[in-house]
């Protein structure tokens, strides 16, 4: 059963281009988070989707980023018109529901994508 | 103050000692715990989520204390492996996380 998958794992964009990040969650899980890390920081929430919906995107700031996850094909991080301050790790989680039991809150990680702006 | 604050560490500990980390948090409606272990330069993987009684597996205990809004993680006979760095994790019941900055542990041969 494979893991929650990230791509690219490392992204080197100029700054004013545009980033995207792609995140399948894993096999039967159809809720995905995204999560942006900062060095020697915590992770920070950014948005929660279903599938074809944005549940959630609170954490995410109001420009410049949004976040998809359609009908078909894996969930969409983009940030439009990149600046150093955007240099971070993102990861996306999946679980297989968000409501329930205390184990179905239970997230499980993607390895990241580490994107650098210059 | 933090929602959810750890001591950053380092814990520098020998193969084979105990140690244990706690984690507060701040909101009292908080109602499921877990503790994240992450690798450098790696993503957060589950270590066991925390539950009201305690529970244990392997070498690692967890304990939750409600009235003094903190949980705890026990680690014995730590291996060289265990080094990383331990995440802690609050929610209100709902999807969204709460991570703390965690806290680095080294186990020294």
């Known amino acids: 059963n494979a893991g929650v998958m990230q791509n690219p794992r490392h992204l080197v964009r100029r700054r004013g281009q545009e980033a995207r990040l792609r995140c399948s969650p894993m096999?039967?899980?159809?809720?995905v988070y995204w999560y942006r890390q900062l060095p020697e920081e915590g992770l920070k929430f950014m948005v929660y989707?279903?599938?074809?919906?944005?549940?959630?995107e609170s954490g995410m700031p109001k420009e410049r980023f949004s976040a998809e996850f359609p009908k078909e094909g894996p969930s969409i991080l983009r940030i439009q018109q990149v600046v150093r301050g955007d240099s971070a790790a993102y990861f996306c989680?999946?679980?297989?529901?968000?409501?329930?039991?205390?184990?179905?809150?239970?997230?499980?990680f993607g390895p990241g994508t580490r994107l650098t702006v210059t | 103050r933090k929602e959810v604050e750890q001591d950053p560490g380092p814990f520098n500990v020998p193969e084979g000692a105990t140690v244990a980390f706690n984690c507060t948090y701040s909101?009292?409606?908080?109602?499921?715990f877990f503790w994240y272990r992450q690798d450098c330069r790696k993503e957060p993987k589950l270590l066991m989520s925390?539950?009201?009684s305690g529970n244990e597996d392997g070498r690692f205990t967890a304990q939750l204390n409600r009235a003094s809004q903190y949980i705890s993680l026990l680690i014995r006979d730590s291996k060289l492996s265990d080094s990383a760095t331990y995440l802690c994790v609050v929610n209100k019941g709902t999807y969204k996380y709460i991570f703390g900055t965690g806290t680095r542990l080294k186990v020294l041969a």
């Open positions: 909101n009292s409606a908080s109602q499921s």
């Open positions: 096999k039967g899980h159809s809720h």
């Open positions: 989707l279903q599938k074809e919906n944005i549940i959630d």
């Open positions: 989680a999946s679980s297989p529901r968000a409501s329930g039991a205390a184990d179905s809150y239970e997230q499980y």
């Open positions: 925390v539950y009201s």
